[in-house]
């Protein structure tokens, strides 16, 4: 999903939202091994540990923010450089095209991998039992479309047209944005204004995969998207909060000892909504403070895995559930089978990529053309 390469390249926001979208195969790979979700999840394991739990869910609460924040500064780019309709244009191509075309084929994919394990699988987990006897069923009905891990696409594709309307009626344009727009506001008003929306839903929350939109992820994702496209009129600000990075990181970090502490909960919990508001900011600042620090450099390899990790994403749930299925009637260290399967993941994602997307019409419609 890149930009013009023949405009400046802003290597650590390039380099985060790879490291975002790869943070994701590892976080997917845990959920296989998480107490919490041991009867939800397709590929759950019999082995389990609550350690899982503690570190996954904590990427969980900032990990997209991060990337649509990203998403909204490199939408106002295109904007800025290149005007609204190119902008358009080329978020059509990098985000609904590959939408519209990866989406059914990752539904079926999944589906061929839940067919395969009801038939191979000695020791299926309880949701994969459960799915392959309802798709056996014939009184099992037509489920309705999932939008799976490409959800963040669909909500996308609503954030750049609000963006565009945004523009339109000049609202980046207002001299009151620079005025308000400062360090304490973007610690302390971002997330107070987030509590409304984690007050309204379970914790942790869950993915908006229906295709119905949802209001909640426009409160919550929407959110980072604007301050990103905000970002991008003063970049100043993250030179600014540099000097926040370790209060930021511990209002982070305490803050989510309370929420793991805490987890599960229902909607209504106040507490829980300030916790997790807290987290996502906090986590997501730090995390594009230390990009500016030490991920601001061109790199080759940097570049191949910015390149690489759209594809990796895209495929990754499919080839995941399928290494796991595997794994079900194995034996092994929890640990272990954990870093094989994102390992394996990763090796089959690159592998792909460079035979057969880099320099294809694939590689182009992703990253564009070299």
Not at 54 to 65: E, I, K, N, Q, T
Not at 106 to 112: F, N, T
Not at 360 to 369: A, F, H, R, V, Y
Request: with cysteine; hydrophobic share 55%.
């Amino acid at each position: 999903m890149n930009v013009d390469s023949n405009q400046k390249r802003y290597h650590y926001m390039d380099n985060l939202r790879a490291l975002a979208m790869l943070a994701g195969v590892v976080f997917h790979a845990s959920l296989a091994y998480s107490p919490m979700l041991h009867f939800f999840w397709l590929s759950a394991d019999k082995q389990s540990a609550a350690s899982i739990d503690v570190m996954a869910w904590f990427s969980h609460l900032f990990r997209m923010p991060l990337f649509f924040l990203i998403a909204g500064f490199f939408a106002m780019l295109l904007i800025e450089k290149r005007g609204v309709l190119a902008m358009v244009g080329n978020r059509a191509m990098r985000v609904l095209v590959p939408l519209t075309i990866f989406l059914p084929l990752v539904l079926l994919s999944i589906g061929a991998g839940i067919n395969w394990a009801g038939t191979h699988v000695e020791n299926p987990s309880p949701a994969l039992a459960f799915i392959y006897q309802m798709m056996q069923s014939k009184t099992g009905g037509t489920q309705p479309i999932n939008l799976a891990h490409l959800w963040f696409l669909y909500y996308l594709c609503f954030m750049y047209v609000i963006l565009v309307l945004l523009n339109q009626i000049k609202f980046f344009h207002v001299q009151w944005l620079q005025r308000v727009l400062k360090p304490w506001v973007l610690m302390v008003v971002f997330p107070l204004l987030l509590v409304p929306v984690f007050y309204s839903i379970p914790a942790p929350h869950p993915a908006p995969e229906g295709l119905m939109p949802l209001l909640w992820p426009f409160g919550f994702y929407g959110l980072f998207f604007l301050v990103g496209a905000l970002l991008f009129k003063q970049q100043t600000l993250i030179d600014q909060l540099d000097k926040y990075f370790y209060p930021l990181l511990g209002a982070g970090l305490s803050s989510y000892v309370y929420f793991v502490y805490r987890m599960p909960a229902a909607d209504g919990n106040l507490l829980m909504a300030i916790a997790e508001s807290i987290t996502a900011v906090a986590m997501t600042w730090v995390c594009m403070i230390a990009g500016k620090r030490w991920l601001n450099q061109p790199s080759k390899s940097f570049r191949y895995i910015a390149d690489s990790s759209y594809w990796i994403y895209l495929i990754h749930m499919p080839v995941l559930f399928m290494i796991q299925y595997v794994l079900l009637d194995q034996d092994w260290n929890l640990w272990f089978e954990l870093a094989l399967s994102v390992l394996v993941t990763m090796i089959i994602g690159l592998l792909t990529y460079a035979l057969f997307v880099r320099w294809s019409p694939i590689g182009w419609l992703l990253n564009g053309k070299r």
